[in-house]
């Protein structure tokens, strides 16, 4: 279970890394980092699952960040993202506290603000919706891998992207 988890996390990495390449966005980050927003729920009724999912996510980017000779994947084999130069991922947490309102404005001050090439979340689907609007209106990738709303992937956004089956 823990390496499906750990290699679903450094998919969705290289996957979102790349995306933010194809975005244009790259050109405007701080030498030698790639700046990830995680926006999950660190309190409220689903703050158990956010940490687990910080969890994930930090160790994704040790992963990226890393070499790791003995674990068998690819991400694992060099330190930083070899197709940026060995640029390391730097994650910026947010706590949405299962308000996608909240979510919404977090994602619109990562992009504007924070300069993130990225973001990954948000687990509740409702969440996951407001903040998905956001990344798309400014061209920003977003990377889920928890939320099931099959809602979310008939929208034809073209900056969202679901790992994980929907509720159908």
């Known amino acids: 279970m823990k390496k499906h988890l750990i290699g679903n996390w450094a998919y969705a990495f290289v996957v979102l890394i790349g995306m933010a390449a194809l975005s244009g966005g790259l050109p405007s980050i701080a030498a030698g980092e790639v700046k990830i927003g995680v926006i999950y729920p660190f309190t409220g009724g689903s703050a158990a699952a956010g940490r687990e999912l ?31 130069g060995g640029e390391k991922v730097r994650l910026l947490f947010r706590d949405h506290k299962g308000d996608p309102r909240l979510g919404a404005d977090l994602a619109e001050t990562l992009i504007t603000s924070e300069k993130v090439q990225g973001i ?23 990377i889920n891998g928890t939320s099931t709303s099959p809602a979310l992937t008939q929208r034809g956004y073209q900056w969202f992207w679901r790992t994980t089956p929907h509720d159908k």
């Open 54 to 84: 910080e969890i994930g996510a930090r160790l994704a980017a040790d992963i990226a960040n890393r070499t790791m000779p003995d674990l068998p994947m690819d991400i694992a084999n060099h330190a930083g993202i070899q197709s940026l």
């Open 120 to 142: 990954i979340g948000s687990y509740q689907s409702s969440v996951t919706r407001a903040v998905s609007d956001v990344c798309e209106r400014h061209g920003i990738p977003m």
